[in-house]
Structure formats: C-alpha cells, structure tokens
C-alpha cells in the first residue's frame, strides 16, 4: 500500500439502472487511504458504470458514494472533482485542446490553479509519463499509447486523492501494459483499476473484488482470488491457458 494522504472510498447499497435496466444492484465496496484495488469482472459486469459513480458523472438511485468525507452529490460535484480523477478507457474522450501542454493544464486552471504552479504540475506529469517533446503537438498526431498517457498525465496534474481507471491496459501493446503496471504500482493516491486484463491488475493491485452483475461476489488478495478457479471460470475471467503456454514455451 502506498503511503499517502489519499481518500478512502465507501459505497453502501448502490444502486443503478439504465432505463429499467439494472446495472448495479445493492453494491457495497470499501476501499482504504492509499489502497490499490483493482475490480475485474466480465464484460457488461457493471464496471464502467461503477466508476462513474465515484465523481458523481452518473449517480445511483439508491445508496451513497462517500469519498474522503464527502458524501457525492450533487451539492458536492465540485469537491468530489477535485478529490476524484477518472481515466477514460478511450484517451480521445479526455483530450479535446489544441496541444497536448494544453490539455494537461486544462484542469488545474479550471479548478483556479495559479499558472505557475499550473506550468510546474504540467511538466512534472509530462516528465513522470515520458512525454518531454510533446509539449506543443497536437494530441491527435500522437499514438495510441501516448495518448494514454497524455490522457493519465491530465489527472495526474490535477493531483486527485483517487485515480480511477477504465480498463488501464486494453489496446496496448505488452511494454506498455508493464509500463501502466508500473505507473501504477509507484501512485501516490487511492487507486482504482476495473479491468478486463486479470494478470496486469493482479500485478499491480494490494487487493481484487470480483464485479459480477452489478454485485462484487468476491474481494481478496490477488494470491486469494487466483486460487478462486471456479469462479474465475464461470465468469470468462479464467487466466491459466495464459499459464499453460508459458509452460510449453
Ligand atoms: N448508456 C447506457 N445505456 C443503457 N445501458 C447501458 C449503458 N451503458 C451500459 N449499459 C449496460 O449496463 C450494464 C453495465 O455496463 P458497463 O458498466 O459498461 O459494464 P462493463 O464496464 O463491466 O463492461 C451492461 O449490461 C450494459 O449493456
Ligand atoms: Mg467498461
């Protein structure tokens, strides 16, 4: 666990349903200050739509999100922004200024950040993510991955007490993934990592909950759950032919 000042989570009784249909059903989930917990879960198990909760971007019917002291809602949303950063699966869903130094400066001036202190976040989060050079491109000519990274480096320069991530590891290629392991692994905050990508998340997280059907139906340690074969098997989270090739090889 990391030391940090970063904001515990709880969720009590969640609930949440697009249009009559139940995404989250009755969730409850606590997560320490400076916790890493990565949730996984089968697709359409709820994960997105839990991670939306924690900055109040969707709020549920029933139940609290409370982050740090504060409860999330709508009387909160500027707090719980500030405490909360969210990093989006798709990297173009984060990035819409003119050049990439724009972008990540973005929202440390929008949340009333000096420019000083701004420029200074702003170089920090662009050297811890290896983006020296990019400073005047337009995110658009970049890569895939670094875009990812631009993406990450928006909230990091907004210095949250908790990053959530959507699926952190998809569509990059595997020297990546060690890299975001990484990054991860060495944050200095609460971290969230939902996940599709089990062997990654085990790497990088103190603790796993299982998200099925909107309900978390398990939470261990990453030793604790690999051992959980049946259920990671029935819910298409199974990782051994992963296991089996590195035998063969
Ligand atoms: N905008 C939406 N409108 C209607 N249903 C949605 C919407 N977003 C997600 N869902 C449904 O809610 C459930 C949970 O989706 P999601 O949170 O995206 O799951 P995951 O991220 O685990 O794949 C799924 O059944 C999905 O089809
Ligand atoms: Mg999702």
Redesign the pocket.
């Known amino acids: 666990m990391n030391k940090t000042n970063g904001a515990g989570i709880r969720i009590d009784s969640l609930r949440f349903s697009?249009?009559g249909?139940?995404?989250?059903d009755d969730l409850n989930l606590k997560v320490e200050p400076g916790e890493r917990l990565g949730i996984i879960?089968?697709?359409?198990?709820?994960?997105?739509?839990?991670?939306?909760h924690l900055n109040g971007i969707l709020q549920g019917a029933q139940g609290s999100v409370t982050i740090g002291n504060t409860i999330v809602s709508r009387d909160t949303l500027a707090t719980v922004r500030k405490k909360v950063g969210l990093v989006f699966?798709n990297p173009d869903d984060q990035l819409f200024n003119p050049t990439v130094e724009e972008d990540i400066a973005f929202g440390p001036l929008n949340f009333g950040i000096n420019k000083e202190e701004t420029a200074k976040r702003v170089k920090q989060a662009m050297q811890s993510l290896n983006l020296q050079g990019f400073e005047k491109e337009s995110s658009h000519h970049l890569s895939y991955g670094e875009r990812k990274r631009v993406a990450l480096a928006t909230v990091l320069a907004l210095e949250p007490e908790v990053v959530a991530f959507?699926?952190p590891f998809a569509n990059l290629d595997p020297g990546m993934v060690a890299q975001v392991v990484d990054i991860i692994t060495n944050m200095n905050a609460t971290v969230i990592v939902?996940s599709?990508s089990i062997l990654p998340a085990f790497a990088c997280c103190d603790r796993i909950a299982v998200?099925v059907a909107?309900k978390i139906v398990k939470t261990g340690t990453p030793k604790e759950i690999a051992k959980e074969k049946e259920l990671l098997t029935t819910h298409g989270l199974d990782y051994q032919m992963y296991c089996d090739i590195c035998k063969k090889l």
């Open positions: 697009y249009h249909h139940m995404a989250l879960g089968p697709t359409g198990a709820g994960k997105s739509t839990l991670l939306l699966q959507d699926e939902v599709q998200l909107g």
